[in-house]
């Protein structure tokens, strides 16, 4: 499992009305133990999100070729331990709303890291 980083890009702002805290995961190593309920939204020309069709939570976000696909990056708020995570770094600051700061001293990226 990758760190946490906190998203601020305009498509994680659109969907969850504020930033997006996710962990990157190893496509290789990821398995979901019940797909049933998992709804994959083509947000992009690029990349879908995933979510619950039962209760709408945002659960993940990936590339949408398989072929290119390295990883997933699975949402914290789906997480039922997060005493296991820290948050690493925030991407895409230079699309952040304007109506909050970024207060702490970790590394921020104007883009993607």
């Known amino acids: 499992m990758g760190p946490m980083i906190a998203c601020h890009c305009s498509q994680c702002n659109r969907s969850s009305s504020h930033i997006v805290a996710a962990v990157n995961v190893?496509?290789?190593?990821?398995?979901?133990?019940?797909?049933?309920?998992?709804?994959w939204y083509a947000s992009s020309d690029f990349a879908e999100r995933g979510f619950c069709g039962r209760c709408g939570s945002q659960m993940a976000w990936r590339q949408s070729d398989p072929v290119i696909r390295k990883g997933t990056s699975l949402m914290v708020g789906?997480?039922?331990?997060?005493?296991?995570?820290?948050l690493e770094r925030h991407i895409y600051v230079a699309h952040k709303a304007p109506y909050y700061d970024i207060t702490d001293d970790l590394p921020q990226y104007p883009h993607s890291d």
């Open 78 to 86: 789906s997480f039922d331990d997060k005493d296991i995570l820290t």
């Open 26 to 39: 190893a496509e290789i190593g990821l398995s979901w133990t019940r797909t049933d309920h998992i709804i």
